[in-house]
C-alpha cells in the first residue's frame, strides 16, 4: 500500500459547513518529506506508480483543487491518500458533513475525529480499489462560508470562490506473475549430488513488478535453492529462473513449493517433487536364465539384462571384477545374435534417466546344468557394484513344429475347418526334465485350438524326447472376410520362448 499526505488550508468564519463562501490556502507534503506553502497554482497529487514513489505538485492556474492521482493499482489491491485540512478561519469546521456520491471503487474515511477548531487541522483518506481495468475519475467539493481572495470567483459571480474542489484519479491494471512451467519434477537424484532444472518466470501486465522475492517452502524446503530469480521484471518481460535439488537423505518424495512476490502482491508458485535415490544403476532381469540350449549351438544363445541409471549424473560400467564361470560356458556379448569370443566393449557410459542393454552368450559344451556369476565395476557414487548371476542348462527339451504357418484357405460363412499341427520334443533327454505344454491360444476368435482328445502322451503331462502332441486347430468365419491370426505356443522348450504360428482364412458366401 502507498500512502501520501496533500495538506488544504480552509478560511472558516461560521459554523455552517454548507455555505458557499471560503477563504482557502493550500499546501502539501509528500512522502518524500517536502512541504510547499502556496497559494498559487492548484495543487496536483501524484503517486509513481507500482515502485511505491509519491511526489506532490502544484500548479497553476487553480488555486482551489488538489488532484489526487492514485496511478496504476492492481486489480483487487487499495491504495490510500491522506488528506490534510488547516483551519486557517475562525469557526469550526466538520469534514464528516461532506459525503459525497463517488464511484465505487474510491472511498472516503473521516473516522472518528471532531470538527476541526480554528488554527487546528483535520484529515481524511481516500482509497483507490480498482475491480476493472482502466481510468476511473471522481471528484467532490469542501464548502466554507470563509473567503479567499485567491480562488477564481464563480461564474457568474462577482465574489470570490468558496469551493476547493478534490479530484481523484486511478488506472486500474491487472497484474500477472506467471511461472512456467508450475510444476517442475526433478525425478530420480541421486544422494550428496545435485540437480538443475530451469523455470520461465513472465510478468504478463501492463506494468513492471518490482521487489520481487522468491521463497521456498515446505516440508522438504531445505533441499531446494533458487538459484537467479530477478529483483524485477518490465512490463512483458521474462527471465530464466535456475532451481537447485539436493537430496541429503532416503525418503519416498521430496516436495516443496517456490512462491515469488512482487511489491505490490503479485504472487506466482512453482510446485516443486523429487525423488532420492541411493544406487544409481538397476538391473533387470537377474539372474539372466539361458533356459535349455543344445550343446555346442550355432550360434550360441544369448541373454539380455538391462541396466537403469535412475540417478540425475551419468554412471559408467568400467569393466569386470569378478566372473565365476562354470565350464567356460558364458561370455559377455556385444549384440543380441553375438557369437563367441566376440567380447563385450568397456566401458560404456549410461547418462541420468537412460538406459543400456549388456548381453552374454551361453556356449554349453556338454549336457548338464550351468551357473555364473559376473560382478561389473561401475562408477556409481554409492560404491556399490551390481552382481548378475547365469543360468542355463546344455542340452534339454526343445520344440519343434512342423508347420511354420496354416493357410485355410476359402471357407464358406456358417462352415469350420480343422488343420492340425504337430509339434515334438526335438532336444535330448535331462533327468526328470520334459517337454511340458500350456494350452495352446489363438487370435483372433474365428480361430481356435486345442489339444487332440486321441494325444498320447498328453503334452501337458510332457513329452519325452522324439514324442509328438497333435493341436487341433479350425477357422470358423462370419461373413465373407480376409482373417489373419496367430496360434501361441507357450513350453519350457528351449529358451521358454512362445512359438507364434501365423493363420489365415477367407470367408465366403
Known amino acids: 500500500m502507498k500512502n501520501f499526505t496533500a495538506?488544504?488550508?480552509?478560511?472558516?468564519?461560521?459554523?455552517?459547513?454548507?455555505?458557499?463562501?471560503?477563504?482557502?490556502?493550500?499546501?502539501?507534503?509528500?512522502?518524500?518529506?517536502?512541504?510547499?506553502?502556496?497559494?498559487?497554482?492548484?495543487?496536483e497529487a501524484k503517486l509513481g506508480g507500482q515502485s511505491g514513489a509519491t511526489t506532490v505538485t502544484w500548479t497553476s492556474p487553480n488555486p482551489c483543487e488538489i488532484d489526487v492521482n492514485f496511478g496504476d493499482v492492481?486489480?483487487?489491491?487499495?491504495?490510500?491518500?491522506?488528506?490534510?485540512?488547516?483551519?486557517?478561519?475562525?469557526?469550526?469546521?466538520?469534514?464528516?458533513?461532506?459525503?459525497?456520491?463517488?464511484?465505487?471503487?474510491?472511498?472516503?474515511?473521516?473516522?472518528?475525529?471532531?470538527?476541526?477548531?480554528?488554527?487546528?487541522?483535520?484529515?481524511?483518506?481516500?482509497?483507490?480499489?480498482?475491480?476493472?481495468?482502466?481510468?476511473?475519475t471522481s471528484s467532490f467539493t469542501i464548502q466554507t462560508d470563509g473567503v479567499n481572495t485567491s480562488c477564481q470567483a464563480a461564474a457568474g459571480s462577482t465574489s470570490t470562490n468558496a469551493t476547493v474542489t478534490v479530484v481523484l484519479t486511478g488506472n486500474g491494471?491487472?497484474?500477472?506473475?506467471?511461472v512456467q512451467p508450475d510444476v517442475l519434477d526433478f525425478g530420480n537424484t541421486l544422494?550428496?549430488?545435485?540437480?538443475?532444472?530451469?523455470?520461465?518466470l513472465i510478468n504478463k501486465s501492463t506494468a513492471p513488478v518490482t521487489t520481487i522475492v522468491a521463497t521456498v517452502v515446505g516440508s522438504d524446503a531445505n533441499?531446494?535453492?533458487?538459484?537467479?530469480?530477478?529483483?524485477?521484471?518490465?512490463?512483458?518481460?521474462?527471465?530464466?529462473?535456475?532451481?537447485?535439488?539436493?537430496?541429503?537423505?532416503?525418503?519416498?518424495?521430496?516436495?516443496?513449493?517456490?512462491?515469488f512476490t512482487g511489491s505490490d502482491g503479485e504472487k506466482a508458485t512453482l510446485n516443486l517433487y523429487g525423488?532420492?535415490?541411493?544406487?544409481?544403476?538397476?538391473?533387470?532381469?537377474?539372474?539372466?536364465?539361458?533356459?535349455?540350449?543344445?550343446?555346442?549351438?550355432?550360434?550360441?544363445?544369448?541373454?539380455?539384462?538391462?541396466?537403469?541409471?535412475?540417478?540425475?549424473?551419468?554412471?559408467?560400467i568400467t569393466g569386470i571384477s569378478e566372473f565365476e564361470n562354470e565350464g567356460g560356458a558364458f561370455a559377455l556379448a556385444t549384440t543380441d545374435d553375438a557369437t563367441?569370443?566376440?567380447?563385450?566393449?568397456?566401458?560404456?557410459?549410461?547418462?541420468?534417466?537412460?538406459?543400456?542393454?549388456?548381453?552374454?552368450?551361453?556356449?554349453?559344451?556338454?549336457?548338464?546344468d550351468y551357473n555364473g556369476q559376473v560382478t561389473l565395476l561401475t562408477t556409481d557414487p554409492s560404491g556399490t557394484n551390481p552382481v548378475i548371476s547365469l543360468t542355463g542348462w546344455g542340452g534339454g527339451p526343445q520344440i519343434k513344429c512342423t508347420q511354420t504357418s496354416v493357410a485355410f484357405g476359402p471357407i464358406a460363412d456358417g462352415k469350420t475347418s480343422m488343420v492340425p499341427v504337430l509339434c515334438s520334443n526335438s532336444g535330448t533327454a535331462v533327468p526328470g526334465v520334459n517337454l511340458l505344454f500350456e494350452?495352446?491360444?489363438?487370435?483372433?476368435?474365428?480361430?481356435?485350438?486345442?489339444?487332440?482328445?486321441?494325444?498320447?502322451?498328453?503334452?501337458?503331462?510332457?513329452?519325452?524326447?522324439?514324442?509328438?502332441?497333435?493341436?487341433?486347430?479350425?477357422?470358423?468365419?462370419?461373413?465373407?472376410?480376409?482373417?489373419?491370426?496367430?496360434?501361441?505356443?507357450?513350453?519350457?522348450?528351449?529358451?521358454?520362448?512362445?512359438?507364434?504360428?501365423?493363420?489365415?482364412?477367407?470367408?465366403?458366401?
Open 223 to 259: 533441499i531446494f535453492q533458487v538459484d537467479n530469480a530477478p529483483p524485477t521484471l518490465a512490463a512483458g518481460a521474462s527471465a530464466t529462473v535456475d532451481i537447485s535439488y539436493a537430496p541429503l537423505a532416503l525418503e519416498t518424495r521430496s516436495i516443496a513449493s517456490v512462491v
Open 340 to 368: 563367441p569370443p566376440n567380447p563385450f566393449s568397456l566401458p560404456i557410459t549410461i547418462q541420468g534417466g537412460a538406459t543400456a542393454k549388456v548381453c552374454f552368450s551361453f556356449f554349453p559344451p556338454i549336457s548338464q
Open 275 to 316: 525423488e532420492p535415490v541411493g544406487v544409481a544403476l538397476t538391473v533387470g532381469p537377474n539372474p539372466i536364465n539361458f533356459g535349455y540350449v543344445p550343446t555346442e549351438p550355432i550360434p550360441a544363445a544369448v541373454g539380455c539384462t538391462v541396466f537403469t541409471n535412475q540417478s540425475n549424473v551419468a554412471i559408467s
Open 439 to 509: 494350452p495352446p491360444t489363438t487370435s483372433p476368435t474365428v480361430f481356435s485350438a486345442w489339444f487332440d482328445e486321441k494325444a498320447d502322451p498328453d503334452p501337458q503331462s510332457g513329452l519325452a524326447p522324439g514324442q509328438t502332441a497333435q493341436i487341433d486347430v479350425s477357422y470358423a468365419p462370419t461373413g465373407i472376410s480376409n482373417d489373419k491370426g496367430t496360434l501361441f505356443i507357450k513350453s519350457n522348450g528351449g529358451q521358454g520362448a512362445t512359438i507364434q504360428i501365423p493363420l489365415t482364412g477367407q470367408g465366403t458366401d
Open 7 to 43: 495538506m488544504v488550508s480552509l478560511s472558516r468564519n461560521t459554523f455552517s459547513l454548507l455555505t458557499l463562501a471560503a477563504a482557502v490556502a493550500l499546501g502539501s507534503s509528500g512522502c518524500k518529506g517536502t512541504g510547499i506553502q502556496s497559494t498559487l497554482g492548484s495543487p
Open 74 to 136: 492492481p486489480i483487487g489491491l487499495t491504495d490510500t491518500v491522506t488528506v490534510q485540512i488547516d483551519n486557517i478561519g475562525s469557526g469550526a469546521l466538520d469534514l464528516s458533513q461532506v459525503n459525497p456520491t463517488l464511484d465505487p471503487e474510491f472511498g472516503l474515511n473521516y473516522g472518528t475525529q471532531q470538527p476541526i477548531q480554528p488554527g487546528e487541522f483535520g484529515e481524511f483518506g481516500a482509497t483507490f480499489q480498482p475491480y476493472k481495468v482502466g481510468t476511473v
Open 191 to 200: 544422494l550428496n549430488t545435485t540437480g538443475k532444472k530451469s523455470v520461465m
Open 173 to 178: 491494471i491487472q497484474l500477472s506473475l506467471v
